[in-house]
């Protein structure tokens, strides 16, 4: 589940549905399902069996942990405290309220959304519906340490002021054993997945602190390894991550390639900065 990029928009967001292990299999709401086969994609998104492995944060990584509850810089925000900032945004952890998730559901079901000819408004939001009954069942279902979903914000000198969303990526931890081959030492590593960045604010750096984010999380939760998919022939995606540190490690089979509509993907691995 990594950025589904397309080639002539450069979405920010890696295929939304097919990043996650195949075993997931939680249970969509019933009556999205009969309207088209994209629906569906809740059987793909996380029913984590990774949830019920617990994983401690390191002694090295307590101080920058108490760092970013508090805020980061004294705001008093709690965990929703900013992460990172640059270029004119600044990331966070998503807060659990209707508002803000519904923001982050509109702006993946934006980036993920495939236009079809007949009722497109009507199909958009039942599809923006079932990315939302997603998020809410990875955050009902998904301790504190082992998921998160960040959220890229405009930066405002005024504190009143509600900043605009304009971007988000899920940041999970797996033990996917045929990608740990690739991790020295380690047992478990942060899946990056769901990047998406409205459509006004791509080409702007937004997805670069994104991934800034992501790494920081990394080193707050003491993971050395960031792990994600993109598609092989995407090479805006490739260099998104490249110029962010991330180095291709493998691909899908040839063979799968040869799916209709199928397009290959290669895992791209990044290792962190512990210090």
Do not use: H, K, W
């Given at each position: 589940m990594v950025v589904l990029h397309h080639l002539n928009t450069f979405t920010i967001s890696m295929e939304f549905f097919s990043h996650f292990p195949w075993s997931f299999t939680p249970t969509p709401p019933s009556r999205f399902n009969i309207f088209h086969p994209r629906f569906l994609f809740l059987q793909k998104v996380s029913k984590s069996q990774h949830l019920c492995h617990c994983s401690s944060v390191s002694s090295s990584s307590q101080q920058l942990q108490e760092q970013v509850a508090d805020g980061g810089d004294g705001g008093g925000k709690g965990h929703f405290g900013n992460l990172v900032q640059g270029y004119g945004w600044k990331v966070r952890k998503m807060v659990e309220e209707d508002h803000e998730m519904r923001s982050v559901a509109n702006i993946q079901a934006e980036a993920f959304y495939e236009p079809v000819i007949l009722f497109n408004d009507v199909f958009?939001?039942?599809?923006?519906?079932?990315?939302?009954?997603?998020?809410?069942y990875r955050l009902k279902n998904s301790p504190p340490d082992r998921y998160a979903c960040l959220v890229a914000e405009t930066i405002t000198s005024e504190i009143e002021d509600r900043q605009q969303l304009v971007g988000v990526v899920d940041v999970t931890v797996f033990r996917d054993e045929s990608v740990l081959g690739y991790l020295s030492g380690a047992d478990e590593y942060l899946y990056v997945s769901g990047i998406a960045v409205l459509r006004d604010f791509r080409r702007k750096k937004v997805a670069s602190i994104l991934l800034k984010a992501c790494e920081t999380l990394a080193n707050i939760w003491g993971y050395k390894y960031l792990v994600l998919r993109a598609y092989e022939d995407d090479w805006g995606a490739r260099k998104l991550y490249t110029n962010a540190g991330y180095r291709m490690v493998s691909g899908d089979p040839l063979w799968t390639s040869s799916w209709i509509g199928r397009r290959r993907r290669v895992l791209l691995i990044k290792q962190c900065n512990t210090t």
């Open positions: 958009f939001q039942f599809f923006q519906a079932e990315v939302l009954a997603g998020l809410l």
